[in-house]
């Protein structure tokens, strides 16, 4: 797993805005705003919680705290693949919530500057809900899809993981 320092003092916030951390999922890499990651970890232990969307894998325990596990090839309505020592989670903020996405393997933090960013296609994906990339960056001759992770997980999901949690954290 790549390592890399998230820690940023105060005077450094400004220099984050334009840098994405890339990750692969199969042949792909992605891109999050690395303002919304609190940390990237190798993958622990994931205590499965039935009846659950198949995407969500479990819980983790991070420190104390219990952390929903969501498989991003899962989500994103790819292969599953076992996990092997490369897999990682990247634990992301989404306000007052903090989610853990399972990635294949995580590449870099890269800078992106704004006028590289092109604008998401719009269309909405096979379930007719809204898509999750935020941005398109141009890189050389490659296309980085950019996510939003606040719409990777809808709303109805955040009000099952919410309530799942909440249920496995009090026993």
């Not at 919530?97 to 994906?125: C, L, Q």
């Not at 141009?138 to 296309?143: I, L």
């Amino acid at each position: 797993m790549a390592d890399i320092d998230l820690m940023v003092e105060d005077d450094e916030l400004e220099e984050q805005d334009d840098k994405y951390l890339l990750f692969e999922l199969g042949a792909e890499e992605y891109c999050i705003d690395i303002a919304r990651i609190t940390a990237i970890e190798e993958l622990p232990q994931i205590t499965a919680i039935p009846d659950m969307p198949n995407f969500v894998k479990g819980v983790i325990n991070l420190r104390g705290m219990v952390i929903p596990a969501v498989d991003l090839r899962l989500r994103f309505g790819m292969e599953e693949k076992e996990y092997d020592d490369r897999t990682c989670i990247i634990i992301v903020s989404l306000g007052e919530r903090t989610v853990g996405f399972i990635v294949d393997n995580v590449s870099e933090v890269h800078e992106i500057a704004d006028k590289d960013i092109g604008s998401p296609p719009s269309f909405k994906n096979l379930s007719g809900k809204e898509q999750y990339i935020a941005g398109l960056a141009k890189r050389g001759d490659e296309v980085k899809i950019i996510l939003d992770v606040n719409k990777i997980i809808s709303n109805e999901d955040k009000a099952i993981i919410d309530f799942e949690t909440k249920q496995s954290s009090k026993k």
